[in-house]
């Protein structure tokens, strides 16, 4: 209902301009929610201004799911006006959308898992993973970071050609290479020193080897997420206390190591 409402209205004009059937508003009229204030002299329904404002704050209260009852009791507060009633509808479409943002991130999510682990049934997954989301971390950092990238779609591509036996190979380098950095933090070794730089690059390697090309401003951006991201670091400190900021410096001196050559 966009017109600005001045002359009376038909209950066929009015149901056109809501977008209703003519027999809705037989039917409020006859259960008390919304009555014509006029009548024709061939005795025809005629709606005012108000029935149709009134009309309208029901047909929004409506679509966020709210059953006749209550739309009748909102809609006949005599403390609420006009004004109130949309600055109430406006807040539950606010929260409604929020709702429906977290399901669609949610659906997302798992859709994410879907196909980062398609070619594992959940028992498999459980086996490899310890967890029903397969896929490696690397190709869950870049996912967080960079969504829907060719980088990310090029690591769901070849995730979902991975046998139970790549995923058991993958994950085992992955914490190869967790274990040799931890080694390297308790052994003292500067995270700008030659043997943590390599370790940096082979992590890089190990990206670009099995998910997708990690160069190294990317590679930044990861180690970056470490430190940022409490999940990632608590994965790391959890092995070693520290290790999160070790391997952050570790991969930014080795970028600058190469970017400088």
Known sequence: MDEHLSEPLTVGRLAELAGVTVRTLHHYDEIGLVRPSQRSAAGYRVYSAADAERLRQVLVYRRLGFGLREVAEMVSDPSADTVAHLRRQ???????????DALVAAIDKELEARAMGISLTPQEQLEVFGTSKPG???????????????????SSRRASAYSK???????????????????????????????????????????????????????????????????????YDGVEPGLAQYVHDAIIANADRRQAS
């Open 136 to 154: 490696g971390e690397w190709a869950d950092e870049a996912q967080e970071r960079w969504g829907s990238t060719h980088a990310y779609r090029e």
């Open 90 to 100: 406006r807040e539950l479409l606010i929260a409604q959308r929020e709702r429906t």
């Open 165 to 235: 036996e790549d995923w058991r190979r993958i994950k085992a380098e992955a914490d190869q290479g967790v274990a040799a950095f931890a080694a390297a933090l308790r052994a003292g070794l500067p995270s700008c020193g030659p043997a943590a730089m390599d370790l940096a690059e082979e992590h890089r390697q190990h990206i670009c080897r099995n998910f997708y090309d990690c160069g190294y401003e990317m590679h930044r951006g990861l180690a970056d997420m470490y430190l940022a991201d409490s999940r990632f670091a608590s994965n």
